[in-house]
Each structure stands twice: as C-alpha cells, then as structure tokens.
C-alpha cells in the first residue's frame, strides 16, 4: 500500500457527530472490499462519519520492528464510511435503515432517543455504551 498522504479531514463539529450505526452493532457492508460481508462495528467515529467492523476491510500493514515490538505485518480493520454500512436489526435480523424516536426512559422520565427499525417497527436492542 502506498503511504496515503494525510487527508484535509471533513470533522463535523461535535454536537452534529451522530451516526445511526452504533459500537456493539451487527452491520451488513455495502460498498467496498467486502461488501455484503456482516460484522460487528468495534469503533465508531462520529466525527468522521466512520465505522471500524471486527476484521472487515482487513489492511495489511508493515511494521518496523520497535523497542518490544516484532517487525511484521499486521492486519488491521480500517474505518469504513458509516453509509456503506446498515444496522442489522436485533429483532428481525434483516439490514434495516432507522429512524429514531423520542420516549421517556429511566428513572428521571427524561426524553432518550431510541433506534427504530423501519422494517418491523421495533426498537433496536443496544450493546454497549460509549
Ligand atoms: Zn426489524
């Protein structure tokens, strides 16, 4: 692989980083190198409009050796553009797009934003937080 020259990166300012994937989401690729292959994201990157998914779109990379660490190549999930990836839906396990829905929740009643699936019209369970 070439040396990608750093990019002029597009950041969205925070209060704008929101993405309908989320960490712990089963997601079907739609675009690229492994497209149609389904993972699980790992990382998010909200502010880049980016998902990284459990061992899809494996780069390959050489590294020198360093103090305590072997030279060779290791294999590393790059981000991939969160539109070329859909939210497997927790309830009918079909790739769904999402819509989103204000409900009181927890103790406080406050307003939380819940992820619907717009196939079967049920909540998408979440995995972990942050
Ligand atoms: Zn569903």
Same mark, same amino acid.
């Given at each position: 692989?070439?040396?990608?020259?750093?990019?002029?990166?597009?950041?969205?300012?925070?209060?704008?980083?929101?993405?309908?994937?989320?960490?712990? #989401? /089963?997601?079907? $690729?739609?675009? !690229?190198?492994?497209?149609? =292959?389904?993972? @699980?994201?790992? %990382?998010?990157?909200?502010? #880049? /409009?980016?998902? $990284?998914?459990? !061992?899809?779109?494996?780069? =390959?990379?050489? @590294?020198?050796? %360093?103090?305590?660490?072997?030279?060779?190549?290791?294999?590393?999930?790059?981000?991939?553009?969160?539109?070329?990836?859909?939210?497997?839906?927790?309830?009918?396990?079909?790739?769904?797009?999402?819509?989103?829905?204000?409900?009181?929740?927890?103790?406080?009643?406050?307003?939380?934003?819940?992820?619907?699936?717009?196939?079967?019209?049920?909540?998408?369970?979440?995995?972990?937080?942050?």
């Amino acid at each position: 692989m070439a040396t990608a020259k750093k990019k002029e990166r597009e950041r969205k300012p925070l209060h704008l980083a929101k993405l309908h994937v989320h960490k712990g #989401d /089963n997601v079907l $690729v739609l675009a !690229g190198k492994d497209k149609g =292959k389904r993972g @699980v994201v790992q %990382r998010t990157m909200p502010r #880049d /409009n980016k998902v $990284v998914v459990d !061992g899809l779109n494996i780069a =390959k990379k050489h @590294v020198r050796a %360093r103090a305590g660490v072997p030279a060779g190549i290791i294999e590393k999930p790059m981000p991939l553009h969160a539109s070329n990836v859909m939210v497997i839906c927790t309830e009918c396990g079909e790739p769904t797009r999402i819509a989103h829905d204000r409900v009181p929740m927890g103790a406080d009643q406050k307003l939380r934003v819940r992820r619907i699936c717009k196939r079967c019209g049920k909540a998408i369970e979440e995995h972990t937080r942050g």
